[in-house]
């Protein structure tokens, strides 16, 4: 199975191009990214992968780090990782998957984590439709099935521990999604 169809890529890539507010959401991030990676760069710099990062705006609000850009859908960013990263981010990326190539996708940021990986994951249709109609949200789970993906003993987070889990509410209490933090296993 392929991490991402030429079919689902070119319609990202479009979608990309025709709406400045797709693939933007790194930037809300950046606090977040910016305690990880400062407790892993007690021992040097960090190095950060942004796996799935639309155009770049956690890169842009964290210049103090070194932030590789990785993401299929935009040309610019789209050649492959050729190294591991002390952290990976993986924000509003898991809900655009194809449910088919998940376990696919997850093993593919598990091998480029030297240390930790963070994730964020929403849990609710999005806001946007892709220009074939559907949700921009093709990848729903419940937040426990997110959970349990990452805990599985036989999955490709088998290697990681979960340091941290935390529900996103909605203002009425509702889950809207969840950050993960996973730790590499020594």
């Known amino acids: 199975m392929a991490l991402i169809s030429q079919e689902?890529?070119?319609?990202?890539?479009?979608?990309?191009?025709?709406?400045?507010?797709?693939?933007?959401s790194g930037r809300h991030y950046a606090d977040r990214v910016m305690?990880?990676?400062?407790?892993?760069?007690e021992t040097g710099p960090a190095t950060i992968?942004?796996?799935?990062?639309?155009?770049?705006?956690?890169?842009?609000?964290?210049?103090?780090?070194?932030?590789?850009?990785?993401?299929?859908?935009?040309?610019?960013?789209?050649?492959?990782?050729?190294?591991?990263y002390d952290l990976v981010v993986c924000t509003d990326v898991m809900e655009h998957v194809e449910p088919a190539s998940t376990v696919e996708v997850l093993a593919d940021i598990a091998s480029y984590a030297a240390r930790a990986i963070f994730f964020q994951i929403a849990t609710r249709p999005a806001k946007k439709e892709l220009p074939d109609g559907r949700?921009?949200?093709i990848n729903l789970a419940?937040?426990?099935?997110?959970f349990y993906a990452m805990a599985d003993p036989e999955g490709p987070m088998r290697d990681f521990s979960i340091n941290l889990y935390e529900r996103i509410?909605?203002?009425?209490g509702e889950d809207a999604g969840l950050f993960l933090v996973l730790q590499r296993k020594p």
Request: aromatic residues 12%.
């Open 8 to 24: 689902y890529q070119k319609l990202n890539e479009r979608f990309h191009v025709e709406r400045e507010d797709y693939g933007t």
């Open 35 to 41: 305690t990880l990676a400062a407790k892993l760069s």
């Open 49 to 84: 992968l942004d796996y799935g990062c639309g155009k770049a705006t956690l890169c842009e609000s964290l210049p103090q780090f070194r932030v590789h850009n990785y993401d299929p859908c935009i040309p610019e960013y789209a050649a492959r990782p050729e190294s591991a």
């Open 135 to 137: 949700n921009a949200h």
């Open 142 to 146: 419940e937040n426990i099935e997110w």
């Open 169 to 172: 509410p909605t203002q009425d």
